[in-house]
């Protein structure tokens, strides 16, 4: 599995509108729908269930990045969203320090070990300083989709 096999071109978000947490994830369910990565019916719900995965346990998992994820019944594939926020986010996230970084993922419930892989996948990729540096320089979708392609390359 790889980055690009997880999020769509449509599902880049390079210029996050949003300057908070709970308006970041509903951006990026919103992406996600646009791209036809989930139901368009499901929105609502999926968002109300990320927000109470947060309240329990931040997602943001220090070094300018939060990956908030969430298992549901209507998911049908793993599919995520990846959005970037120049100014930085509070996600209260455990090193105290802003996010830049924030790629959603959501997985179908009965796929446990897919979620757990793509969640490897995710980490593996952005707990790469360079590539963390890189991502923040992007300004366009164009240039997050480049990148995810190098770095998938990287990693056949």
Same mark, same amino acid.
């Given at each position: ?6 999020? /769509?071109?449509? /599902?880049?978000?390079? %210029? ?9 994830? /509903?951006?990026?369910? *919103?992406?996600? #729908? %646009?791209?036809?990565?989930?139901? =368009?019916?499901?929105? *609502? ?5 990320? $927000? =109470?995965? =947060? ?11 939060? #990956? ?14 990846? +959005? ?17 970084? #924030? #790629? ?21 990729? $952005?707990? %790469? ?5 890189? $991502? ?13 392609? +190098?770095? *998938?390359? %990287?990693?056949?």
């Amino acid at each position: 599995m790889k980055l690009t096999d997880l999020i /769509a071109p449509n /599902a880049i978000v390079a %210029q996050l509108t949003s300057r908070e947490r709970d308006g970041v994830i /509903a951006e990026l369910v *919103d992406a996600l #729908v %646009q791209a036809g990565g989930v139901e =368009e019916g499901t929105r *609502d719900e999926l968002i109300k269930m990320l $927000l =109470e995965r =947060e309240k329990r346990s931040t997602t943001g998992f220090g070094a300018g990045i939060a #990956v908030p994820h969430a298992k549901h019944p209507k998911v049908t594939r793993v599919s995520a969203a990846i +959005g970037l926020s120049a100014s930085g986010l509070d996600f209260s996230s455990i090193d105290m320090q802003p996010v830049y970084t #924030v #790629v959603l993922l959501l997985s179908p419930h009965e796929k446990p070990d897919e979620h757990l892989h793509a969640m490897e996948v995710i980490f593996k990729v $952005l707990s %790469q300083d360079s590539f963390r540096r890189l $991502l923040r320089q992007a300004s366009t979708a164009e240039e997050v989709q480049s990148l995810l392609d +190098g770095v *998938d390359a %990287q990693h056949v």
